[in-house]
């Protein structure tokens, strides 16, 4: 079989993807100096020194993990929530027609609302917080979940019906793992979804967070602090992508390949 | 296992007439019939896969089935194949893999097996469930002449072994004589058994 291809992939990707980061880095460089206005558009470097500077003051790691625990709260919420609902509605063609036009609605409902809405009737606290995010998240997981649930293979749910595996097991062995490329494009487009929510979410309510940092920031015109907030909290972001999201998708798509 | 069946149809096109099915521990029946003639219909009821029919389907005994297709996990190892859905112990499904030709295969994927190997695995996985009836619907079919050969003794040598009946659903009148069945025939509309 030719299935080398998809192996050394990755490795011929890195080059031109890190060109093309340092070719925007000169861009921006470039844009920079022809302007000279350090106000409103600064320099990567002095960009790159406000992130040195707030990582070395503490100030980084205390509002980036405030952000970071509301993403990973809003996330599991979500992710749990979207899961069950979607293999509800995917299952039961009844579920699916009483609640689809529930679904279309929340799809087209916009963020902004969601959060108003969420901190006028709960209050302007951290559930309301994480309970917004959830909220404008849960909608997508569903779809992608239901859509996932309708393409499970017929042959292998007759298999486990003849074999009277329990509900559990047939969770776990037949439906989940049939649902996972679902289940991680969910994720992953959920998550950076969710931080750029959770940032309006601070930046309307909350009194720290990176979001906050950014509405003071705001009011101050200080672009290039808006920046480093922003680049620092997508390193870290990054960073979970690379780290745990892709490793957990290739150890869940090991079964597809031939290593032997 | 004891079906008495009044009818099954599909959407008011009546499929199945009136028949009764009997296989217990150490009986072995055949049911032949060309294809689309309800054979399979008759499996999946008897399986328990089908319960919107008219008529009772009695007996607490295990059952276990080998599909057409091998029908099995691409994502769990062939020991795991065995193991989920039976609930035997690891020794048990690696024996059975002895037994079926897969010796030192317990760790590979499905799709790192061949259709042949396939198909053993499939059959250790309904041995392995310890089954009073074994239900096969036509399981050599689409195997080439000497591997359906070898898939017909294995089966014949489980058989006399563990002491299973087998309900056997086949178009190949030859297969029944194989594995020292008795054959009925499964014939007319809505099909009955003669």
Known sequence: MSNAAPASRPYSGWVPGLLSIVLMLALWSVVALITDRPQTTPAPWTVAARIGALATSGELWFHAGMTLFRVLASFAIAMAVGLALGLWMGRSRLVDSWLNPALVIALNIPALVVIVLAYIWIGLNEAAAITAVALNKIPVVTVMTREGTRALRPDLDDMARAFRMSRWARLRHVVLPQLAPHVAAAARAGISLIWKIVLVVEFLGRSNGVGFKIHLLFSSFDVAGVLAWAFAFVIVMLTIDLGVLRPWERRANRWRHDEA | ?194
């Open chain 2, 1 to 194: 296992m004891r079906l008495k069946l009044r009818g099954k149809s599909f959407g008011g096109r009546a499929v199945l007439g009136p028949l009764s099915l009997e296989v217990e521990r150490g009986d072995r029946v055949a049911i032949l019939g060309p294809s689309g003639i309800g054979k399979s219909t008759l499996l999946r009821i008897v399986a328990g896969l089908d319960p919107a029919f008219d008529g009772r389907l009695t007996g607490a005994d295990r059952l276990a089935t080998v599909f057409q297709e091998p029908t099995l996990l691409p994502w769990r190892s062939a020991r795991d194949n065995i193991m989920i859905p039976t609930g035997c112990d690891g020794p048990t499904a690696s024996a059975l893999m002895d037994r079926v030709g897969l010796p030192g295969r317990e760790a590979q994927y499905p799709r790192q097996l061949s259709l042949g190997q396939q198909r053993r695995l499939s059959l250790a996985r309904a041995f392995a469930a310890r089954p009073d009836v074994l239900l096969m619907d036509e399981p050599f079919a689409s195997l080439d002449a000497e591997t359906a050969t070898r898939m017909i003794d294995l089966t014949r040598d489980l058989l006399d072994d563990s002491g299973a009946g087998l309900l056997l659903v086949t178009h190949d009148p030859q297969e029944p004589a194989r594995l020292g069945a008795r054959a009925l025939r499964l014939s007319g509309t809505p099909a009955i058994l003669g």
